[in-house]
């Protein structure tokens, strides 16, 4: 959805929704930052004016990136997470999955999960999942 942006740069404007969306814990500590085709859908906007966005987010120390692996919401609290453990697995989709990513049952999907744990206890526990794009 866009969003008015009242004589500040596009990027500044959707960097904004991102923060607060970090801050209010609607993107999660540790969590991918949506993909950035899902960012220029969503804000209709050009690739770069996302990229730019993300950028200020980094080096405000609200998202890291990895590469290869995607952009993440970095904790904001004083007591960080001792730990967060990632992995990654190749899967078929089962009916839930298919349906939402509207693509028939068993199509192979990518599913990344974090968990954050402080000390020996898990706090969270997040998995989301990606379309196997085979032509890259």
Known sequence: M??????QPRYRAIADQLRERIESGAIPPGALLPAENVLTA????????????????REEGFATTEHGRGTYATPQTDNPPD??????????ADARLATLFQVEIGTTLIERENVIRQGEQVKKVIRAYHLHNTGQ
């Not at 996302?50 to 950028?55: G, N």
């Open 83 to 92: 730990e967060a453990e990632a992995s990654q697995r190749v899967m078929s």
């Open 42 to 57: 969503e804000f209709r906007a050009a690739r770069g004016t996302i990229r730019k966005a993300i950028a200020v987010l």
């Open 2 to 7: 866009p969003t008015p942006h009242y004589g």
